[in-house]
């Protein structure tokens, strides 16, 4: 994998803790957390732009992003799980293997010519 898909996969778990963090944070310790998640996720995604469009990165991190957010509500706060809630993040998530597959055969093809 090339390091700049895993600085999104990075950013986007921070992500996941600082949008949780806006919703439960209660206290200095857990808002700090939160702060630091923001800082840390938009780090590893201004890293994965260096070498990746700017619209890939931004539609994979908010993708995995929201994917691993509704699923961390469910689990980890009893957010009810719904069928279709499922059904459209795994249609969020083919989308997200599409721009990482399309990407990735778009440089092949540059390096070929």
């Known amino acids: ?12 778990l921070f992500e996941v803790m600082w949008v949780i963090g806006f919703k439960h944070a209660h206290d200095w310790l857990t808002w700090t957390g939160t702060t630091a998640a923001v800082i ?3 780090s590893f995604i201004i890293k994965a732009t260096a070498k990746l469009p700017v619209g890939t990165v931004y539609a994979v991190f908010t993708g995995l992003g929201t994917a691993g957010t509704v699923l961390s509500e ?3 706060f009893h957010e009810p799980a719904q069928w279709t809630k499922l059904l459209l993040i795994a ?11 399309v990407s990735s055969t778009g440089k092949r093809r540059e390096v070929a010519n």
């Open 1 to 12: 994998m090339n390091r700049s898909w895993l600085y999104i996969v990075i950013g986007a």
């Open 40 to 42: 840390i996720s938009f």
């Open 74 to 76: 469910m689990l980890l």
């Open 91 to 101: 249609l969020l998530l083919v989308g997200v293997i599409g721009l990482k597959w």
